[in-house]
């Protein structure tokens, strides 16, 4: 089994030290503010370490298309036709080689400042993860920080044709680009006159939308602000590289590389394994790849072997969202961890929103056994709705026992987004970014995360009690996960033999060090009490005696529990709360003697 957890703090970087509480819809930099990367002091990072944090993934790191000007410090403008929101998505990367103007104090020393904030990571004992985005980039792509040996994506392709091996994107010959028919909800800057929008913007020869729409106009809810990456996918969908032999399903990072070694592969990938490994120079620790599944798996055993030959250690998420692509990404493309959104992340929420029943996490978990530590959890993301949102569930609390099953119930990685921990509903109309969701394309303020902020002294002192209870319950929840071994150990589903209700779950985790016992209730209204049964099968593997144990619980920390061993059957009955979510732990190596009732 793997003998450690991994937790990940997703911060969205430009609104995580942003104290402005303007948040006028479609606000401008200077009404609604931003945060900079200077706002990360220790104080605020060894607060998140002291969360029960292993690693921050700074989102939006990487320069992307925005609106401001910066032609001062060398930065080339974008037309603000093709940038989503006021401030840009982070998701139209226009620079690999640099970072986000807005972040930085000096936009003409923003590399040395994210520097600067990789190592006040370190100091603080947090491992830096950014994005890569491999399947599209910027319409105007432009680099302005490239090493003196790269050139840009496509300043050597050959226009004239829709697809070559060698183009790093694909074309549509003699046409032109024709921007979609715009919402008039998202009009460009909310409809607010910007000179450079006198001005058409111009493509030609218009190129494939990001999404794979090869309209010359595509359609407004294409990505319209992007390009597609040419992998070496001809346009009828067959390769122009080598596949890997399906034994290298078992084969090591070391070996899929050396694989790549006899192959010259397509420029595109040169590309982006040198972007990978300029930031691991830097100090970057890992990467969040978006939408992976668009983007060829034999890509991914070159780029992450690539990496792990530098950093053996490297952490490496993505978004899969395809369940019968997650063995692929995995095992030949390498991946470490994948997003557990299309199985346990939508059962949890409609657990929460009293729409499904407990039995589908089991299930979930037998499905995904032999993957089961490579399933990154999480309840929140800048992806998704608020928990605290009326549209997912209104009350954080609701969320806890969720909460608990998410972080312990596998050996995988558990995620939290800012703000999740106090409770931020993302209610604000930002712009281009709606409510229920925390904006990624505007300047906004995070009002719950402002209250925990408190003006930079990151201690939490304008938050009430509710919400510092809140923030208390993750962090003793993240704490537990990372601190007790037989959490990477092995998994026992107590809801079937048990014959538990739809509202309430429980499971076994353990190894040869200690026995962990979780048990949840998602009803808001009811409490109920649940007589477990332990079978003997795990009783006998734990050499425990017949005898009465107590167990301390940590989460709520309620009364000891009593479990009781008669005949190699443990009996373990206990009672549950409206949104309860506890775990006892009993100790093996040495048995506690206070553990040991009789």
Same mark, same amino acid.
């Given at each position: 089994?793997?003998?450690?957890?991994?937790?990940?703090?997703?911060?969205?970087? %430009?609104?995580?030290?942003?104290?402005?509480?303007?948040?006028?819809?479609?606000?401008?930099?200077?009404?609604?503010?931003?945060?900079?990367?200077?706002?990360?002091?220790?104080?605020?990072?060894?607060?998140?370490?002291?969360?029960?944090?292993?690693?921050?993934?700074?989102?939006?790191?990487?320069?992307?298309?925005?609106?401001?000007?910066?032609?001062?410090?060398?930065?080339?403008?974008?037309?603000?036709?093709?940038?989503?929101? %006021?401030?840009?998505?982070?998701?139209?990367?226009?620079?690999?080689?640099?970072?986000?103007?807005?972040?930085?104090?000096?936009?003409?020393?923003?590399?040395?400042?994210?520097?600067?904030?990789?190592?006040?990571?370190?100091?603080?004992?947090?491992?830096?993860?950014?994005?890569?985005?491999?399947?599209?980039?910027? @319409?105007?792509?432009?680099?302005?920080?490239?090493?003196?040996?790269?050139?840009?994506?496509?300043?050597?392709?050959?226009?004239?044709?829709?697809?070559?091996?060698?183009?790093?994107? *694909?074309?549509?010959?003699?046409?032109?680009?024709?921007?979609?028919?715009?919402?008039?909800?998202?009009?460009?800057?909310?409809?607010?006159?910007?000179?450079?929008?006198? %001005?058409?913007?111009?493509?030609?020869?218009?190129?494939?939308?990001?999404?794979?729409? @090869?309209?010359?106009?595509?359609? /407004?809810?294409?990505?319209?602000?992007?390009?597609?990456?040419?992998?070496?996918?001809?346009?009828?969908?067959?390769?122009?590289?080598?596949?890997?032999?399906?034994?290298?399903?078992?084969?090591?990072?070391?070996?899929?590389?050396?694989?790549?070694?006899?192959?010259?592969?397509?420029?595109?990938?040169?590309?982006?394994?040198?972007?990978?490994?300029?930031?691991?120079?830097?100090?970057?620790?890992?990467?969040? *790849?978006?939408?992976?599944?668009?983007?060829?798996?034999?890509?991914?055993?070159?780029?992450?072997?690539?990496?792990?030959?530098?950093?053996?250690?490297?952490?490496?998420?993505?978004?899969?969202?395809?369940?019968?692509?997650?063995?692929?990404?995995? @095992?030949?493309?390498?991946?470490?961890?994948?997003?557990?959104?299309?199985?346990?992340?939508?059962?949890?929420?409609?657990?929460?929103?009293?729409?499904?029943?407990?039995?589908?996490?089991?299930?979930?978990?037998?499905?995904?056994?032999?993957?089961?530590?490579?399933?990154?959890?999480?309840?929140?993301?800048?992806?998704?709705?608020?928990?605290?949102?009326?549209? /997912?569930?209104?009350?954080?609390?609701?969320?806890?026992?969720?909460?608990?099953?998410?972080?312990?119930?596998?050996?995988?990685?558990?995620?939290?987004?800012?703000?999740?921990?106090?409770?931020?509903?993302?209610?604000?109309?930002?712009?281009?970014?709606?409510?229920?969701?925390?904006?990624?394309?505007?300047?906004?303020?995070?009002?719950?995360?402002?209250?925990?902020?408190?003006?930079?002294?990151?201690?939490?002192?304008?938050?009430?009690?509710?919400?510092?209870?809140?923030?208390? /319950?993750?962090?003793?929840?993240?704490?537990?996960?990372?601190?007790?071994?037989?959490?990477?150990?092995? *998994?026992?589903?107590?809801?079937?033999?048990?014959?538990?209700?739809?509202?309430?779950?429980?499971?076994?985790? *353990?190894?040869?060090?200690?026995?962990?016992?979780?048990?949840?209730?998602?009803?808001?209204?009811?409490?109920?009490?649940?007589?477990?049964?332990?079978?003997?099968?795990?009783?006998?593997?734990?050499?425990?005696?017949?005898?009465?144990?107590?167990?301390?619980?940590?989460?709520?920390?309620?009364?000891?529990?009593?479990?009781?061993?008669?005949?190699?059957?443990?009996?373990?009955?206990?009672?549950?709360?409206?949104?309860?979510?506890?775990?006892?732990?009993?100790?093996? %190596?040495?048995?506690?003697?206070?553990?040991?009732?009789?």
């Amino acid at each position: 089994m793997y003998n450690k957890k991994h937790t990940i703090y997703q911060v969205f970087t %430009r609104l995580f030290g942003n104290q402005n509480t303007n948040n006028k819809p479609w606000g401008t930099i200077e009404e609604n503010g931003v945060g900079k990367f200077s706002d990360f002091t220790d104080k605020a990072l060894s607060e998140i370490k002291e969360l029960g944090i292993t690693h921050i993934w700074y989102t939006g790191v990487p320069h992307h298309a925005v609106i401001n000007d910066y032609q001062e410090a060398g930065i080339s403008a974008d037309h603000p036709s093709v940038v989503k929101g %006021r401030a840009g998505s982070p998701y139209a990367v226009k620079d690999y080689y640099s970072v986000n103007p807005d972040l930085a104090d000096s936009p003409e020393q923003r590399v040395k400042e994210f520097e600067a904030l990789i190592k006040r990571s370190h100091d603080n004992g947090l491992q830096v993860i950014i994005d890569i985005v491999p399947n599209h980039v910027a @319409r105007q792509y432009h680099g302005s920080h490239n090493p003196a040996d790269v050139e840009d994506f496509g300043a050597s392709d050959d226009t004239s044709v829709e697809y070559h091996r060698e183009n790093n994107f *694909y074309y549509i010959p003699d046409s032109q680009f024709e921007l979609p028919d715009i919402d008039p909800a998202f009009t460009p800057l909310g409809g607010e006159a910007h000179p450079s929008l006198k %001005r058409h913007f111009i493509e030609k020869p218009a190129k494939w939308t990001g999404n794979g729409s @090869r309209l010359t106009k595509p359609n /407004f809810d294409d990505w319209y602000e992007t390009v597609k990456i040419n992998y070496g996918i001809k346009p009828d969908g067959s390769k122009d590289f080598p596949e890997l032999p399906q034994d290298y399903e078992d084969k090591d990072y070391v070996e899929h590389y050396h694989f790549w070694q006899q192959f010259d592969v397509p420029s595109s990938w040169i590309k982006f394994r040198d972007i990978a490994l300029y930031w691991l120079a830097k100090g970057v620790d890992g990467f969040r *790849y978006d939408m992976a599944e668009m983007v060829p798996v034999e890509f991914w055993s070159y780029l992450n072997s690539s990496i792990k030959m530098k950093n053996p250690n490297a952490f490496l998420m993505a978004e899969v969202y395809q369940p019968d692509l997650y063995r692929d990404y995995i @095992r030949l493309g390498k991946m470490d961890y994948l997003y557990d959104k299309v199985d346990l992340y939508d059962a949890l929420k409609s657990i929460m929103q009293g729409k499904g029943s407990t039995a589908l996490i089991p299930e979930i978990q037998h499905q995904m056994h032999d993957i089961e530590h490579h399933m990154l959890h999480f309840l929140d993301n800048h992806d998704e709705q608020r928990i605290a949102s009326p549209e /997912f569930v209104g009350n954080p609390h609701i969320a806890k026992p969720a909460m608990l099953v998410s972080a312990l119930l596998s050996s995988s990685p558990t995620m939290i987004y800012f703000g999740q921990e106090v409770g931020e509903p993302g209610a604000e109309n930002a712009g281009f970014g709606l409510p229920s969701r925390t904006s990624i394309f505007d300047y906004i303020g995070v009002p719950q995360h402002q209250k925990w902020m408190n003006y930079g002294a990151f201690d939490g002192g304008l938050l009430d009690e509710n919400e510092t209870a809140l923030r208390e /319950f993750y962090r003793r929840v993240m704490n537990f996960s990372l601190e007790h071994s037989a959490l990477t150990g092995e *998994y026992y589903d107590l809801h079937q033999p048990c014959q538990l209700s739809e509202s309430t779950y429980a499971f076994l985790r *353990y190894d040869q060090n200690e026995l962990i016992l979780t048990a949840v209730n998602f009803d808001k209204q009811s409490s109920t009490k649940i007589e477990l049964t332990l079978p003997n099968s795990v009783i006998k593997t734990l050499g425990l005696p017949d005898a009465v144990y107590s167990l301390a619980e940590f989460i709520e920390h309620q009364q000891p529990q009593t479990l009781t061993i008669e005949q190699g059957i443990g009996h373990f009955d206990v009672h549950l709360a409206p949104l309860a979510a506890l775990t006892w732990v009993l100790p093996l %190596r040495s048995l506690a003697s206070d553990s040991l009732i009789n």
